[in-house]
């Protein structure tokens, strides 16, 4: 699939992944329509790397981090976790697999529970998987506050008694007590300010060069996601459009939405004049998405097949991976043009067989 598959030590898989969720019902609890946050969507992370997820709000990130982890379950396809095939898996046999799978929510105010000490948030889960002697649990809760820059006064203290950067680090060593192997970071660093921020993402580089950690890291900040991750995946209404290694991919994007998306990062330098592409119009709805790509409405290099046929993620070298009409080869594009008609054909057929029918009514 990519260059990045080519690393044997891949620590998670996930193949042709899909999550629908039902909207509205008939009388006999029929869904109606199906909401698509995650479509299709297919990669891999190497052992010890860090893979970005961007994309605008909505596009299915959150949603695809949750369904990865099985916090909520699968529509399709599979998620293949250390070898292991986990979106059929039991909950006892989830149950192990907690300690090495975690997630550090975005909201670090309503993800900590307020009546419960720093102490007791951390320390629960270590309890409940027996990761060390209970005799042993104060003194282990307190090396990885320490780790997470939280001093050992805290551990009695209360979530209210702590500012946002704060909380999050609490949050960071709630999922770092259970030594996991794969976090799932959704947006962590969004609720802060940015000179926390910066505090936050230095943390998490430290804690994967010290503890050998995988990240899924999600955001909507492409300066972030520049700065800690290795590879980068774009995200447009539950597809996966572009991905490729982060230097690749920010010095060469070749999908026009990942160009659009890179165009709106401000640049530190008064004098620079950035040639910003400004998409038009909404992202579409992903309970009736548009046919063919569903970038196309919104793409200023929109082609007749684009409204035809979805693209497939192909790889146009070195490991750089696009989902774009643009891209194909002479053969495809003739193979693509023809089976454009064919669909054209097939339209004008069934329109005429309805035309029929009404007409016969």
Known sequence: MSQVEKVQDNILEVRHLKKYFPVGKTFFGKPLAFLKAVDDVSFVIPRGSTLGIVGESGCGKTTLGRTILNLQPATGGEVI??????????????RQLRTQMQIVFQDPYSSLPPRSTVGEIIGEAVKVHNIVPKEELRDYVISIMKKCGLQEFHYDRFPHEFSGGQ?????IARALAVKPTFVVCDEPVSALDVSIQAQIVNLFKELQQQDDLTYMFISHDLSVVEHISSHVGVMYLGNMMEMAEKTELFANPKHPYTQALLSAVPVPDPHYKSNRIILQGDIPSPINPPKGCKFHTRCNKCMEECKYVTPSLNDTGDGHLVACHLYLNDEDKA???SKVEQIKQEELMQAEAAKAKSEKK
């Open 81 to 94: 976790f250390e070898g292991q095939e986990i979106t059929h898996m039991s909950k006892k046999e989830l």
């Open 167 to 171: 909380r999050q680090r609490i949050c």
């Open 335 to 337: 193979a693509l043009q």
